[in-house]
């Protein structure tokens, strides 16, 4: 069985829920597909101070809002609903998940990011008990305890900012000299007791049912230690999640990301893109302005144009 849609949505973090809501404000019958829960890595922030409009704003408590603002403006969401493949149809996509199959005028890809991993010994192992890559899902389990986490960017140091306040002792590795993070953070990690291990890389994640230590080693000398943890938060980057566009012949750069014009539109007339998956400054304000201008542009190519007949 087949579901009619004139215009499918991939993905619900802040690009996806945007376009949500003006697809619904115009009038499309559209639905939102979400592998996870909706609200993307923004969901993960555990604050946010440079989002227009809130000074300070958890990122799940701004996500709920923007969730709910487009199931109120009639926009259908389906959480925990992965898609598996996009396939062109004629002139239409066929959309297929892991449980249903659409036909749908037009496609918008806000599949956004996913974290990197770092590949080493006792990380798959040990996912989930001891090893996170969000800190705000997982910091609180860790309360007193000792935990480190590994990154030198504003992620990382938001994360070890906001696990000192939880945790008894905060370890930051990074395996430069230098944060690649805002000033700020530099300032804010030592006034915060966070203890910083410059040079510094995991070798591996140790532990026999749960995390218990790391071995980390100095890249500059070489020497090699281990740490008592109880948890790693791990924070070194994403990789867009661009695998469907691929799939259907949309054109990527070399890392990944989707090449989209101002319109937000791809090389395939019907699939637009937005949010983190395009690439650029990765900020929740460019992802929601983006999301609205590839609902709008779907909609105008839904509807022929402004005045055009609805298909």
Known sequence: MTVEKQLVIVGAGPAGLSAGIYAARFGLDAVVLEAKVSGGQAAEAAVIENYPGFVRVRGMELMDVMRKEAEGCGCEIHDLEPVKKLEREGRRFRVVSDSEVYIADAVIIATGREHIRLGVPGEERLGGRGVSYCATCDGPLFKGKRVLVVGGGNTACSEALYLSDVAG???????????????????????????????????????????????????????????????????????????????????????????????????????????????????????????????????????????????
């Open 169 to 311: 002792e905060t370890h930051l590795v990074h395996r430069r000299d230098d944060l690649r993070a805002e000033s700020y953070y530099k300032k804010a990690l030592t006034d915060k007791g966070v203890r910083i291990h410059w040079n510094t890389e995991v070798k591996e994640i140790e532990g026999d049912r749960l995390v218990n230590r790391i071995r980390l080693v100095n890249n500059k000398t070489g020497e090699e230690s281990r740490l008592e943890v109880d948890a790693v938060f791990i924070a070194v980057g994403f990789r867009p999640v661009s695998e469907i566009a691929r799939g259907v012949g949309v054109v990527v750069e070399g890392d990944g990301y989707i090449i989209v014009d101002r319109e937000q539109k791809t090389n395939i007339e019907g699939i637009f893109a937005a949010g983190d998956v395009t690439g650029g400054v990765f900020q929740i304000a460019t992802a929601v302005g983006e999301g609205a201008a590839a609902a709008v542009n779907a909609y105008l190519y839904i509807r022929g144009g402004w005045y055009g007949a609805s298909k």
